[in-house]
């Protein structure tokens, strides 16, 4: 009964036998091995466009190394304030980007809301060269909050954006779960929506530690993807025995792998709130769109599951685990490796408690 | 009628000759000229306390340096959003700082609520190493909205800083003009209420080009004191003629100059709003406690005083002469050289509009 | 007939299967699972010495991590010209270190000269603020030119440094095979020699994609490692899904594993070696050793060897492979899965050329 | 006797009358003077040619935000190893440059060798993304070592440089020195020879604090521009009250005053030199070619100057005053303010000694 995140388990069995097939033989290194081409070659047709792709080990590599790409050391990175790059990466934007700054913006579920987004690029860098200017828009799909935006919703978003000359970086590391949760494409979640760079992530979602930087329409891109290269290599992220990424994320993507896991993890998400909504007491925050669950517990609930073995995070306000007395705020995250009887175990005792 | 800034007229008389005084012959270099040492003694003087001064040439060059010694780069640095580190400095903290994060806070007129910042230590940095940590309280007095805090206001809001194991920095850019306007001792207004590095501004009251970054409690400082002049001299602020800056801070505090300077410009606002709130449709929307006026004029006003050469910033919402249709909101900003005659020269004209 | 570097080929089975083992389960992330506790308590037993242990994907982030946690931004670090940091990690020492400096030091088969470093010691930053300061000697044992360092050698260098007031670093890419050679313990290898912190690397040696950071003394380098752990998170190198470093470095380390295998590679370049030595024409530049050799080859030899698939490095000035009309200068590196028979085969082939 | 460097002394009266004129009324800040305008169309007359020009107050900021513009963070700058930017700034444009690397060249008299350079160009960056780039090459007129380069010398350096796609930064510190020493056009000693960026220095020749960026073919280098501003602004030197910079350019451009001002230096170096040679047991090492000496002087000489208040500075390995026993090395510069009667007292001393 782990619900800490999706990266508490191992990789997915298909990832972690690519890993193995790709072990045997000498091979060139640092991403000059024949499946890192392959790779591309397949995101570019799954994305239907061509794309430069690098490969990386973690997100907030990804997400730093994107970020600085895309904006100058006085640029503004405009954000949701719960996102991942403000949160959760110890300032590695900022850190990768020579001092860039995150302008933080609101929204329900995690989601900018379009009219905060568009006083921000208006009032963003007015004052001329004594401000940072506007660089970058990041989106979070799946965001933070477990919400999911629609691709129309992205492109309004993305089209301010671009309006305001910044570029477009899509945070996804819940990607794959995103896109089952819309049953869209690829490029509708994307590129067609004004994205210019998608970090896609893998780790969260059946790897063992892959990511992948998507840089769409290259040729617009090239200055930007001709750095990313240096500022990979400098920041320790080219691994020498690249085919350790490559064969994760060739098999990741293979015969729609990443799509059936992440089916697997909002299906979990579902049985679970479906289960959880019948207990009384019990009330979940968000819409589930895709594996992640907000939910206040009644504190004798949140002890059982705890005695029990169940692990999950409290989330703000809850620093204790008395909370406001009577409930605790968690967060649930189902993952590709949830089980039935996982869940079904969860419930019976949240339901016992 | 210039009311655009402080910043906006040449030296004091008394400054200027200083300068010209200290011309002549030949003297170490980089801060090694004995006037240096004069200026850390008078400083330490007028502050009742040991203190270690450097001279810098402008504000941002103070601000920046100074919380780079005070936040590692993975530090967060509280601040109100108005603040000049964040609004006015296109990024020079975290580019000192190495990509250090400002977290930003609200509060009336500029001043941080207390209760805001006692939210924002608490939830700051407990995520661990995946999140920047709590580091720097920046303040700011006067605020950046014309505002006052008390030494007991900001006490208070240091003490929380303390508590939480921050650093306290002032900015004090015009803390010349929070000392008349509270009528209360250096002291008082600095170390005794917390600060462990004050930025005190010379060059909006007086100076050419002169801020002193001052250290309390130097023993306890030794490292961030010892960072410092490294972190100056790489930053291209190290002076080879440094008897420029040292001429300049001797003059300003020689005979309570820098008061009697701070004083005229503090009279000078209050003979303004005095004289604007006589005036049928104008509305000033702040307390005046110094030298700043954000002030709602009707649009007939304000051609008309552009129209008759007087000069000041627009404020947002602002961004054009209409505003909301019917006024325009507007900074005015009085120095130690703005003049009777030209105030009611100003006022002449918005009465007559 | 790989010998172009040890990181050519995957990783020793060993480690592999060690990798497949972890992959089981729900477990803490991001170095929480308790294989990563057993790793340092394994790594202190071996090295006889308490010690703090970090684990990063590439020996590029070990290396400029850890010099960014030895050095402020305005020291210098004096290292080899031909280190690694130097001239093969595009600046990176240089970007985490916030713009530290490398001073570069002479020496036959890039072991720094002793003299060379007495006189950089003193030279460097002895004008004061002006200039930066002697932060931390970096040593590479194995070096680059293929070198070994005795226990002696290093100490000598370390006493200088420490002397002079800084840190010493050793880049351990091949410590395993330098071990080996040396026939010396762990300890004398690096603390005992006055090491402040070892990058023990594993990839080179049969991992897929592991290096450790280890700090010895670590009451007295608490400072560095409290910082360390930040810039590995903002760094973007605290890995999720944590058992992939430490399942490997366990194996690695487990039964000698890591001497076995180092073994093997500095016993295939001596077999290499010897039978070049026995071709006329093939002269071996330098003394072999570990596991690099650097020779000079006829180019008909050169020619054929290429021919028959064997892959290598041309090194400066054998920019091509006609290098000065005669001869090409080539480095080859034998790993711990370089075969009899692979070398037999070069050397059947380089001889009959 | 003050020879230590040109910026022992402050202003020279007609940069210091510019500085009180300026300061009267009210105008616009931060570079917005119209005497600002005013010195950049002096500049572009002066040197036949449009350009952009910026003001800041060191010469360690103007080289440093220079090369931040001219290379990436992964870009190698090409200097001499005598070169202020490695020796005496501190590391400030591995600062500014977001960690770029100086890559240090030999020369006699400070001046880099050309073939040398032939090969640092090759050499760099060959390893592809592994590698730092080659970005810039810095040159120093007059150099540090007091020699002079020839408007055909730079030419042939700055060749090499820009067929290796690199810009060409030269540092001017002593930019008039070197022109009346060559008798030689600004446009000859810069732009026609090749170079991109020129640091036109005036602190050491008369100003108190003021030094100019140019940059030629503004429309070739319009990115680079913009970022300038920027990049001065968040380092803290755009100054508020600008007319402190611009009025000290516009005096020191004014009817070729720094033209006079740097032949009086020159002249005063050569009387000494001319003294100098004439004194048994000692030797000038230099060719003199402007304004500095680099002497070896008996030590009773050197100590009936010192006794006599003589100021200069020991040069190395003469870090104490008896250098090998028998002389001490030391660096004698004349400035704008050196008087014949000055030289001749230091020389009767010297001779007499």
């Known amino acids: 009964m782990y619900f800490t995140s999706d990266n508490a388990v191992g990789a997915a069995p298909e990832i972690l036998d690519a890993i193995i097939a790709a072990n045997a033989g000498a091979l060139p290194s640092y991403g000059a091995e024949p499946m890192m081409a392959a790779v591309e070659a ?13 490969l990386v080990s973690t997100g907030t590599a990804a997400n730093a190394l994107a970020l600085a790409s895309l904006s100058p050391p006085w640029g503004a990175v405009f954000c949701h304030r719960f996102a991942h790059i403000e949160v959760d990466e110890c300032g590695a934007p900022e850190f990768f980007g020579g001092g860039l700054k995150l302008a933080l913006l609101d929204g329900a579920e995690g989601k900018i809301d379009p009219s905060g987004l568009r006083d921000a690029l208006r009032a963003t860098g ?7 200017q506007p660089a970058v828009l990041s989106l979070t799909n799946v965001t933070e909050a477990g919400a999911l935006y629609s691709a129309d919703e992205l492109s309004v978003l993305a089209a301010m954006a671009r309006d305001a000359g910044c570029a477009v970086h899509l945070d996804g590391t819940r990607f794959a779960n995103a896109l089952v949760a819309a049953d869209a494409s690829p490029a509708d979640m994307s590129w067609r929506a004004g994205v210019d760079v998608l970090c896609l992530g893998a780790t969260k979602n059946g790897a063992l530690a892959a990511e992948a930087v998507i840089f769409f329409n290259p040729q617009r891109q090239a200055d930007r993807i001709a750095e990313f290269e240096y500022r990979r290599k400098r920041g320790g992220h080219l691994i ?8 994760q994320m060739a098999a990741y993507l293979k015969d729609d792998l990443w799509l059936s896991l992440a089916r697997r993890a909002n299906s979990a998400a579902t049985r679970l709130a479906d289960g959880l909504r019948a207990i009384d007491g019990v009330a979940i925050e968000n819409s589930v769109d895709a594996n992640m669950l907000f939910v206040h517990l009644p504190v004798a609930v949140h002890r059982a599951l705890l005695a029990e073995g169940a692990r999950y995070y409290l989330e703000p306000p809850s620093q204790t685990d008395d909370g406001d007395g009577h409930r605790v705020r968690v967060r649930l995250v189902a993952s590709f490796s949830t089980t039935e009887s996982e869940i079904d175990a969860f419930l019976a005792i949240a339901s016992g408690a």
Do not use: Y
Not at 42 to 54: K, L, M, W
Not at 126 to 132: C, E, L, R, S
């Open 126 to 132: 007015a004052g001329g060269v004594h401000q940072v």
């Open 240 to 247: 020498s025995k690249s085919r350790m990424l490559s064969s």
């Open 42 to 54: 397949t995101i570019a047709g799954i994305f239907e466009t061509d794309c430069r792709v690098f």
